[in-house]
């Protein structure tokens, strides 16, 4: 089992860029596909990126594509999303999880565990 705690949300300006981290603790860390989605009010939770167990897959939402960045950092037990160009409608709460399988991909039904979330507003 992993035990995932999300940071690094905040209150950022149109345009602006900001790190989330996902510290993971628990099994070894390399075990696991990682992933992170949002879900902002009244709307259902969303993909956002996802990275393979060896990180040699990335994936994004079109929506996010050229702009956020999936990484994980092994030696650290931590996957980040480097976001750029922030828009107010990205406002939402940010998970990251964790999958067992190689690479987990887009559906969020494919991830076993989940943190808490970190919140993320995008003002105008």
């Known amino acids: 089992q992993v035990q995932l705690v999300e940071s690094g949300g905040g209150l950022m300006q149109a345009g602006a860029s900001l790190r989330l981290s996902c510290a993971a603790s628990g099994r070894t860390f390399s075990s696991y596909a990682m992933g992170w989605f949002r879900q902002a009010p009244g709307k259902e939770r969303e993909f956002v990126a996802a990275?393979?167990?060896?990180?040699?897959?990335?994936s994004y939402a079109d929506s996010v594509k050229g702009r956020f960045t999936i990484s994980r950092g092994d030696a650290k037990n931590t996957v980040y999303l480097q976001m750029n160009s922030l828009k107010p409608e990205e406002t939402a709460v940010y998970y990251c999880?964790?999958?067992?399988?190689?690479?987990?991909?887009?559906?969020?039904?494919?991830?076993?565990?989940w943190g808490q979330g970190t919140q993320v507003t995008v003002s105008s």
């Open positions: 999880a964790a999958s067992p399988k190689f690479y987990s991909g887009t559906l969020y039904s494919m991830y076993d565990y």
């Open positions: 990275i393979s167990r060896n990180g040699g897959i990335t």
